[in-house]
């Protein structure tokens, strides 16, 4: 899944700063602005609720929910 030209959101719908290529991403921690990497593909880190992508700054988990039909991809909190 390539997501590379995708509007980024946060679960509220703010736009957030990030860098995709391909199906990977790189933004900054919500809560204390540490780099975090996720990846858009089945059962990798970050791909959803069950794979949550760690920072490792703060340790909050993140996880990914694209939306290919519009073309955005929201970065939620657990």
Known sequence: MKIT??????????????DAH????????????HPVLAIAQVNQRGSDEAHPSACKGCGQNHFLDVRNHASKLYIHQL
């Open 22 to 33: 391909g199906n990977i991403i790189a933004f900054a921690c919500c809560t204390c602005s």
């Open 5 to 18: 030209d995708f509007l980024v959101m946060d679960s509220n719908g703010n736009n957030v700063q990030a």
